[in-house]
């Protein structure tokens, strides 16, 4: 492969932005070959903690994004180094340890909350592994995530999934409507593999226009929205879905209350980037919903407000890089060039590398520094563009 080197324009623990032109796959490979120095014998990377409500988890969500950018990092290159730690931190996922009683992955340590981390915490390891089984031909870590998908039980009248804890229990429906959205992204590149997965994609995009609710002017709404007769004709089918009750009460609580208009506008960029890969597998880019009038308003909320969302004016939670979230909604769903937004980007690419480690740690407040590292995933979706030129 005809692959230009890092090494020669960043220094072997330092990242150096004063010297030579740097573009977005020199940050990922020289952040990949930060992160094998900290990957652990078992293929697993250290956990972070959930930056939203800062919960301690296991390595499973950190090692599934890491196994992203290795993965990227060896197509890149070709270089094997990257390959063989991407195939050890698929090992590790592969693990007991990691999915103790072969049901969900053990996710998350809160004693008062699923160790799954709800449709959300399995979305990102279906992802990495589907991900990665594609690039490193790892038969076995696409059965595994194709397996994992379909363990979770989809109710095609609501269009939506149910949680299952790590030790096979089917729990309850997901009411947060971005869990729902990640969760049938992560399944997109299994389409070519099952067609029972390609078959609740298809539904999931039938009920999406009904269950997503919106503001007037195009701010998705946080928890979804069954019509009421769903609703209660769904809850009285099992105690467990009694929980979808209370959502036409708190849809009028939080309409006349606004409380939570800040997070829903942190989760715009979630939402629309987890559909745009939706729409990025042919046999779903047809699909009716990407026509329709609610997404339209979606996709003009945002390009309206992309300038205060991308600087997180007015927003909480959410995604820690909205700039590059931008960039690959408007990309991918309005063809706006990559280059067209390439000041998001750069304004997300806000970093300090770690003087023993040389590991890029992105400058995002309320994130311990494994959060912080993990973040370089987030370029994997990106085209090779130059973020700064070389000013000699």
């Known amino acids: 492969m005809n692959h230009k080197y890092i090494c020669h324009r960043m220094s ?5 932005l004063n010297v030579g032109s740097i573009e977005t796959h020199d940050l990922l490979l020289y952040g990949a070959r930060r992160g094998i120095d900290i990957q652990r014998e078992d293929g697993s990377f250290e956990p972070g903690r959930n930056g939203t409500y800062d919960e301690p988890e296991t390595p499973v969500s950190v090692t599934s994004q890491w196994l992203r950018t290795l993965t990227k990092a060896y197509d890149i290159t070709g270089e094997t180094e990257f390959s063989d730690a991407a195939n050890n931190a698929i090992d590790y ?3 007991k340890e990691a999915r103790p009683y072969g049901h969900t992955f053990y996710c998350r340590k809160v004693e008062s909350k699923t160790k799954c981390n709800g449709l959300a915490g399995q979305a990102e390891v279906i992802r990495g592994l589907a991900y990665a089984s594609e690039i490193l031909d790892r038969d076995d870590a696409k059965n595994t995530a194709e397996e994992l998908f379909l363990l979770h039980p989809f109710d095609n009248e609501l269009g939506m999934w149910r949680i299952v804890e790590i030790d096979g229990r089917n729990l309850f429906f997901d009411r947060t409507l971005n869990h729902q959205i990640l969760f049938a992204a992560s399944g997109s590149k299994l389409i070519n593999k099952s067609n029972k997965i390609e078959k ?6 039938n009920k999406l226009e009904v269950i997503m609710d919106t503001h007037e002017n195009g701010l998705i709404r946080h928890y979804v929205r069954p019509p009421f007769l769903t609703t209660i004709r769904t809850a009285f089918r099992s105690k467990s879905h009694y929980r979808l009750l209370p959502n036409e009460f708190t849809h009028y609580y939080y309409m006349l209350s606004g409380n939570l208009e800040k997070k829903e506008r942190g989760y ?3 939402n629309l980037e987890a559909l745009s890969r939706l729409k990025m597998e042919e046999r779903l880019s047809h699909h009716k919903f990407w026509n329709s009038k609610k997404l339209n308003q979606i996709l003009e909320y945002l390009h309206k407000n992309k300038e205060y969302i991308s600087k997180k004016i007015n927003t909480e939670h959410g995604s820690s890089l909205q700039g590059i979230g931008i960039s690959k909604i408007e990309h ?3 063809n706006v060039p990559i280059n067209q937004n390439i000041s998001f980007i750069k304004n997300d690419l806000d970093f300090s590398t770690d003087n023993d480690s040389g590991i890029i740690l992105f400058n995002i407040d309320g994130l311990d520094p494994n959060s912080k590292a993990v973040l370089l995933v987030n370029l994997v979706g990106l085209p090779n563009v130059l973020i700064k030129k070389d000013l000699d």
């Open 12 to 16: 072997e623990h330092l990242l150096d």
């Open 93 to 95: 996922l592969l693990s």
């Open 200 to 205: 609740r994609l298809f539904n999931f995009l």
């Open 268 to 270: 715009q960029t979630v």
């Open 332 to 334: 991918r769903f309005l």
